[in-house]
T-cell receptor
Framework: GAVVSQHPSRVICKSGTSVKIECRSL??????MFWYRQFPKQSLMLMAT?????????EQGVEKDKFLINHASLTLSTLTVTSAHPEDSSFYIC???????????FGEGSWLTVV | GESVGLHLPTLSVQEGDNSIINCAYS??????FIWYKQESGKGPQFIID?????DKRQGQRVTVLLNKTVKHLSLQIAATQPGDSAVYFC???????????FGRGTSLIVHP
């Protein structure tokens, strides 16, 4: 099946710095990618939908200037957490939709810890 | 607002037993449902899906039942194994949207 890869799987950064998480579709072209955030023992919360070559659509309550999303190619989307704070510590998961299909494939997630 | 939720946050079973995980949804426009398995520290894995024009679908050791009358969805796992221990999420899509809305999740613990 299709594979979606995230990197890094774990990252620790200092408060006030920025960190970038990559999401790659390895064997298909992903016209649309999604970014989720998940706190421990909670469900996945959709942060934004990213379409290749256009601006991301953010869900209500998600700060677009803090969570920068770039989808510059059909196989790569990046999420940059700017000026990170400890409350941004979370599990970030991306998913990707292949072309005109309906199936969505999830990445393995990236743990962010801000100290 | 409309939401997808789960009845039981934690389910403990013995290895070899059958497991039933339940999910209630409130959006009457939901027309596609998906069950995901999420192991600790990993992303969700697709298990099985069902469209609203069906009431039952079977996979390998898993069965999904849909009762649209009471807006209830269940995942049945036969002969549960320790490797089935994970958090299970139901998700729904509606109105042609391809973005799944996730429910709260149920933690399944399988005791050997």
């Amino acid at each position: 099946g299709a594979v979606v890869s995230q990197h890094p799987s774990r990252v620790i950064c200092k408060s006030g710095t920025s960190v970038k998480i990559e999401c790659r579709s390895l064997d298909f072209q992903a016209t649309t990618m999604f970014w989720y955030r998940q706190f421990p023992k909670q469900s996945l919360m959709l942060m934004a939908t990213s379409n290749e070559g256009s601006k991301a659509t953010y869900e209500q309550g998600v700060e677009k200037d803090k969570f920068l999303i770039n989808h510059a190619s059909l196989t790569l989307s990046t999420l940059t957490v700017t000026s990170a704070h400890p409350e941004d510590s979370s599990f970030y998961i991306c998913s990707a939709k292949e072309g005109q299909g309906n199936t969505i494939y999830f990445g393995e997630g990236s743990w962010l810890t801000v100290v | 607002g409309e939401s997808v939720g789960l009845h039981l946050p934690t389910l403990s079973v013995q290895e070899g037993d059958n497991s039933i995980i339940n999910c209630a949804y409130s959006n009457s426009a939901s027309d596609y449902f998906i069950w995901y398995k999420q192991e600790s520290g990993k992303g969700p894995q697709f298990i099985i899906d069902i469209r609203s024009n069906m009431d039952k679908r079977q996979g390998q050791r898993v069965t999904v039942l849909l009762n649209k009358t009471v807006k209830h969805l269940s995942l049945q796992i036969a002969a549960t194994q320790p490797g089935d221990s994970a958090v299970y999420f139901c998700a729904e899509r509606s109105g042609g949207s391809y973005i799944p809305t996730f429910g709260r999740g149920t933690s399944l613990i399988v005791h050997p």
